[in-house]
């Protein structure tokens, strides 16, 4: 067998010697030298390269399939043995000739909670309910959403009392109308300096809190005595932190790790500061309800949950079934694992005259901020009344009548009562009349036995607290999916808030991926072990501090008015200018950590400013959009040293483009070996070539993590080695000349429109004469994919559209563009098509590499409506799939639902929020829209898929933002869409199953999409300490597994960690051949978290923890393999 295997090598490796003349001609890729300083694993990563490279060959020789075969192979029995420490992808399956196969299925434990082969075994599933609710709204009386409620009184006696909990609240806006801070001074440090005055009073009040960002401000400037008093307060339990995150976060357009990020800034900051862990969580204003949040909750460790604006025909279905608690559970869990309790409101509002009961018109007489003299009125016309001897008796009926209603909605005996609004206590005044009213009412109900009713103030878990006591969870039902699209009344869908404001949005989502890429380098940096590394992550002078602030603005940035686009003009210019400083500051935390890793001069000397790379991303103001710099060499300075940087935990084979002042450049790789490259002109107005900056293009091939230095020369015209390629140029439908600088002197002008294509390896793509796309070839096969843009416009009602509702006027109606001016460029690493019309600048891509970015189309749209009136933008695809009324959308990135449209329903609540992607699919094949930012679609016709741009509204739509939503500005949008055929008969889930899932080649170009190579300027070319590469990994995961974060100075119990979160994704299998398995290798289910991390603290000790790393759970062996289910979520702790 093995002289055998032997002679095979020594054959094979023949074969290989020759493929590689061919090769290296056809390519000019250089083979890696052995004698090069960088590590180990970095070669190995050449040799995958080289891999990836022979497929072309595969293709180009028209070799048969069994020759090729036996190259591969024998390059399988070189890898391992240059790689004798790394623990390459296991592969499980050998294929009859003895073949090692990249693993073709999801691997996991049958205990894993996933069960996707047949549909949910839960008691209530949404999209099910959906089919059968009627949506109609017929009048219920004092309760206009629901029914006249009856109540037996015998239903209570002195052994079944009925216990009310009264829960007072303040809700405090992080920014709505006015800014965070704003709000603060006027009036929420009022609303916790009286807490602190008023609650020890007596010790029968309770306060719950909810916004950390406040509360955190708020302590700074706290004298010691009355930081004791909240201490007091706490361990009394007359004060409950409820969530405990840093703001109540938006739900439909927040990426999931910037939720787990926003409940880690306020959970950690509770750990140090009152050694605080919360219970239960509390959500009343977010617009629409997300199954993330949950599974998030859940994973962080907290035991129930509170929500509120659910639509109100679905608060009615569950009320009528006594469902409004249940157990909430993800769509793929089969176990239950995943399940939270959950209370639902069941009212119209979480304002007071909706929270004791049915009844607005009484529940208002209870708020007695509402007295006389207070300024404010009950809209039922009948005001509170102080409570006295003479009218205790009465109104003390009166209430418990509510009470006593509300409870008929529930399964317990326990009814919630909460008592607030918004900023509300903010004047000592109210704390007294709430508390000292409320009390009389209590004290008489509790003192009259034949009421059977004990009323108490309470916190929030005070109440679960006893629902639990009395029912065990075994006899609440269980629930999955999700609660969007919320309509608080009538057709009012609250859809417009998933586009509103999208500028912002992507911004969010820039800020995301600074976060974390810095994040991660700092960490590597601080367990480098290289000169500086004590320093750098030091957590009182070191650049934690800076990631702090940063992850802070980010945090603050998911508030329900802040990321939904829902705040006044000024309060989103104040996001903006936060979120800018907070990408300043991670640029910053980059390129010190890149100098750091690659050993530059400096690096030990923590006072030092200077920039040593500037981070290719410029930002001139908070709204204006990102610019590259235009790196300036030739004949004086000739040499542009730059670096880029993979936060992803796979190898990148993907395209980067600089700026250059001169398209005569040739690009060196690695080894200082040239590597094929790409110019492009640059075109300014309509097809005006910039005669001093150029795009150059090319494939860069990054391992995990890692960091790789490129240099771009600066050569003489008449020197351009054959790796460097000028793009060829062809502008249909120009009617005038160009004046085209050097190097583009045969740009190709044509009079007339033309139908044309572009491709790769793997997609053609053809383009209308009006330059859109018309239709994708993959395989031999052809489909129409229509692309175009359309708009609606507000209807002639009194309500109309504004930040929050979407209240369209019909149809979209298409946009009409025509002699558009089409730009194709083509070479060999790109090819792109441009045009502009009305109120788009659109740019299609292709891009061919073996990686990623290949995958599909890039599409990017830089919007400007501003010379619009009531105008929403779509953009939207036509294809002949079989979709019927179906279609996929995700929550938060982590998860997929399908979703169907309903004719019973109005166009505006078949939209649903489109934070990163959605796809439709028939038998046969499946179109996915890849989104760089979230924003609202649907799927409005079979074969259709749309998402809103963006949207300019000139009226309020009456939800108290009192502006319409009309600062529009240039916003970059980015997409990327991918056309991909089912293997035959291949199924993932049950038929129907409500869950989706995103095919390997979507996860990857989604991952990549959400976090691009990161690009760095040098900015000493003279600089020759600098090592070329950085790379601390020996293994990698495999796609599915990703690690979400990675962050220094996690404290727990006054100790320093490093925290880090794995994720794994469940991908559909059905949409994966050999090639691309091979390209995006899967996990065999586990993790080796020693392979990510450098040798020097491969041996360190982890733990797990819950998700904001509030305590320390049972000790991993870090040199083991860790199962990790899909779908799940996991949290360690390294010690340092
Ligand atoms: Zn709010």
């Known amino acids: 067998m093995r002289l055998k295997r032997t002679v095979a090598t020594v054959a094979t490796l023949a074969i290989i010697t020759i493929c590689f003349g061919i090769y290296l001609t056809m390519d000019l890729a250089i083979f890696p030298n052995r004698k090069t300083s960088i590590q180990q694993e970095f070669q190995?990563?050449?040799?995958?390269?080289?891999?990836?490279?022979?497929?072309?060959?595969?293709?180009?020789?028209?070799?048969?399939h069994d020759a090729v075969g036996e190259i591969k192979q024998a390059i399988r029995h070189i890898l391992p043995s240059s790689t004798e420490n790394?623990?390459?992808?296991?592969?499980?399956?050998?294929?009859?000739?003895?073949?090692?196969?990249?693993?073709?299925?999801?691997?996991?434990?049958?205990?894993?909670p996933i069960k996707v082969t047949y549909p949910p075994r839960n008691d209530i599933q949404m999209l099910e309910m959906y089919k059968d609710m009627k949506f109609d709204n017929p009048d219920g009386g004092v309760w206009k959403q629901g029914w006249n409620i009856n109540i037996n009184e015998n239903m209570w006696n002195k052994h079944h009392k009925l216990k009310v909990f009264v829960v007072p609240h303040s809700h405090n806006d992080p920014g709505w109308i006015k800014t965070f801070e704003e709000y603060y001074d006027s009036q929420t440090r009022n609303i916790l300096n009286n807490m602190v005055d008023k609650l020890p009073e007596d010790p029968r009040r309770k306060f719950i809190w909810a916004e950390i960002s406040y509360?955190?401000?708020?302590?700074?400037?706290?004298?010691?005595?009355?930081?004791?008093?909240v201490k007091k307060l706490i361990k009394s339990n007359q004060l409950e932190i409820v969530t405990g995150g840093w703001v109540m976060n938006d739900e439909a357009n927040s990426h999931w790790i910037s939720i787990a990020n926003q409940l880690y800034e306020g959970h950690q900051w509770l750990h140090m500061n009152l050694n605080y862990t919360p219970v239960s969580s509390w959500s009343i204003d977010p617009f629409g309800m997300s199954a993330t949040q949950p599974v998030l909750l859940k994973e962080i460790g907290l035991k129930n949950m509170l929500i509120q604006r659910v639509h109100y025909s679905v608060k009615k279905q569950l009320a009528s079934q006594k469902d409004l608690e249940f157990k909430w559970r993800q769509l793929w869990d089969g176990t239950g694992e995943t399940e939270i309790?959950?209370?639902?409101?069941?009212?119209?509002?979480?304002?007071?005259?909706?929270?004791?009961?049915?009844?607005?018109?009484?529940?208002?007489?209870?708020?007695?901020?509402?007295l006389p003299n207070h300024g404010l009125n009950c809209p039922w016309r009948i005001r509170p009344q102080p409570i006295t001897d003479a009218n205790v008796q009465e109104r003390s009926i009166t209430l418990l009548d509510q009470y006593r209603k509300k409870s008929q909605l529930y399964k317990t005996n326990v009814v919630l009562a909460p008592l607030g609004d918004d900023f509300r206590y903010d004047h000592s005044v109210e704390w007294d009349v709430q508390y000292n009213n409320y009390q009389k009412l209590f004290d008489y109900m509790n003192s009259n036995r034949n009421l059977h009713v004990q009323a108490q103030f309470?916190?929030?878990?005070?109440?679960?607290?006893?629902?639990?006591?009395?029912?065990?969870?075994?006899?609440?039902?269980?629930?999955?999916?999700?609660?969007?699209?919320?309509?608080?009344?009538?057709d009012h869908y609250w859809s417009g808030y998933y586009t509103s404001r999208p500028f912002y949005k992507r911004m969010d989502r820039i800020l995301l991926y600074y976060i974390r890429s810095a994040e991660i380098l700092l960490s590597l940096a601080h367990i480098s072990g290289k000169p500086g590394s004590k320093w750098i992550a030091h957590k009182e002078n070191g650049l934690d501090t800076i990631m702090t602030e940063a992850r802070q603005a980010l945090a603050l940035f998911q508030h329900h008015d802040g990321v939904t686009g829902t705040a006044k003009d000024a309060v989103v210019n104040d996001y903006g200018q936060k979120m800018l400083d907070a990408i300043l500051k991670c640029q910053n935390v980059v390129q010190r950590c890149t100098n750091l890793l690659l050993d530059g001069l400096g690096a030990d000397?923590?006072?030092?400013?200077?920039?040593?790379?500037?981070?290719?991303?410029?930002?001139?103001?908070q709204d204006s959009l990102p610019e590259q710099y235009t790196i300036t060499i030739g004949s004086e300075v000739s040499v542009k040293k730059v670096v880029i940087y993979n936060a992803l935990t796979f190898n990148r084979h993907e395209t980067v483009s600089f700026l250059v002042s001169t398209p005569?450049?040739?690009?060196?790789?690695?080894?200082?070996?040239?590597?094929?490259?790409?110019?492009?002109?640059?075109?300014?107005?309509?097809?005006?070539?910039?005669?001093?900056?150029?795009?150059?293009?090319?494939?860069?091939?990054?391992?995990?993590?890692s960091l790789v230095r490129y240099i771009i020369n600066a050569i003489n015209e008449n020197e351009m080695p054959m790796e460097s390629s000028l793009s060829t140029v062809q502008i249909y439908n120009l009617q005038a000349d160009v004046e085209a600088p050097k190097g583009f002197e045969n740009v190709d002008i044509s009079l007339s429109p033309s139908e044309f294509t572009i491709q790769n390896a793997r997609v053609t793509a053809s383009f209308s004469e009006m330059g859109l796309l018309k239709a994708m070839r993959i395989g031999h096969q052809t489909y129409p994919v229509h692309l175009d843009f359309a708009k609606y416009g507000v209807q002639q009602q009194a309500e109309r559209s504004g930040a929050y509702l979407f209240l369209p006027n019909g149809q979209a109606t298409p946009l009409a563009a025509s002699n558009t001016v089409v730009k194709v460029i083509t070479g060999p690493i790109y090819s792109s098509v441009s045009v502009k019309i009305p109120y788009v600048q659109h740019t299609v891509t292709l891009f061919n590499t073996t990686g990623a970015d290949s995958l599909g189309l890039e599409i990017e749209n830089i919007v400007d409506i501003k010379e619009t009136n009531n105008f929403e933008l779509v953009m939207r695809f036509s294809t002949k799939i079989n979709s019927t009324n179906e279609y996929f959308t995700d929550l938060n990135g982590y998860q997929v639902l399908r979703r169907k449209r309903f004719k019973k329903l109005p166009l505006q609540a078949n939209y649903y929020p489109i934070p990163t992607g959605a796809y439709i699919e028939d038998s046969d094949t499946r179109l996915t829209l890849l989104t760089g930012s979230p924003g609202g679609g649907a799927s409005l016709r079979s074969g259709e898929i749309e998402v809103m741009l963006d949207r300019r509204l000139m009226q309020d739509d009456n939800r108290g933002l009192g502006q319409g939503v009309v600062d529009n500005r240039p916003t970059r949008n980015i997409?990327?869409?991918?056309?991909?055929?089912?293997?035959?008969?291949?199924?993932?889930?049950?038929?129907?199953?409500?869950?989706?899932?995103?095919?390997?080649?979507?996860?990857?170009?989604?991952?990549?999409?959400?976090?691009?190579?990161m690009r760095m300027l040098r900015t000493d070319d003279n600089d020759v300490t600098s090592q070329t590469g950085y790379t601390p990994i020996t293994t990698e995961f495999g796609v599915d597994m990703g690690l979400s974060s990675l962050k220094t100075g996690v404290i727990l119990d006054n100790k320093e960690y490093l925290g880090m979160i794995l994720h794994r994704k469940y991908l559909d299998i059905c949409f994966s051949d050999r090639v691309l398995l091979k390209q995006f290798p899967l996990s065999d289910g586990t993790v080796n978290i020693s392979g990510i991390l450098p040798p020097s603290v491969a041996n360190s000790k982890i733990n797990r923890a819950p998700l904001t790393f509030l305590s320390i759970q049972e000790s991993v062996d870090v040199q083991k393999k860790i199962p990790i289910c899909p779908m799940d979520t996991k949290a360690f702790l390294l010690h340092r």
């Open 605 to 621: 000397n923590q006072a030092s400013e200077t920039i040593f790379y500037n981070v290719d991303d410029l930002r001139q103001k």
């Open 975 to 1013: 997409f990327r869409l991918l056309l991909e055929r089912k293997t035959h008969k291949c199924q993932t889930t049950s038929d129907n199953h409500p869950s989706g899932f995103h095919t390997i080649s979507a996860h990857v170009a989604l991952e990549t999409m959400m976090n691009p190579l």
């Open 458 to 490: 309470g916190t929030l878990t005070d109440y679960f607290n006893a629902v639990k006591a009395e029912k065990k969870l075994s006899e609440f039902s269980s629930l999955s999916g999700d609660f969007f699209t919320y309509a608080d009344r009538d």
């Open 44 to 64: 190995d990563n050449k040799w995958l390269h080289f891999e990836g490279r022979l497929k072309q060959l595969e293709k180009d020789l028209n070799k048969n």
């Open 86 to 112: 790394s623990n390459k992808i296991v592969k499980t399956i050998e294929e009859p000739m003895g073949m090692p196969a990249p693993i073709s299925e999801m691997i996991f434990d049958s205990s894993c």
């Open 664 to 705: 005569f450049v040739e690009v060196l790789g690695y080894n200082d070996k040239r590597i094929p490259c790409q110019i492009a002109p640059i075109f300014e107005h309509l097809a005006s070539m910039s005669q001093s900056k150029y795009k150059v293009s090319f494939v860069v091939n990054i391992p995990a993590l």
């Open 215 to 229: 509360f955190s401000m708020w302590w700074k400037d706290l004298p010691a005595h009355k930081r004791d008093v």
């Open 341 to 370: 309790f959950t209370h639902m409101m069941p009212f119209y509002s979480y304002d007071i005259p909706h929270t004791c009961g049915p009844d607005p018109k009484i529940c208002c007489q209870f708020d007695f901020r509402r």
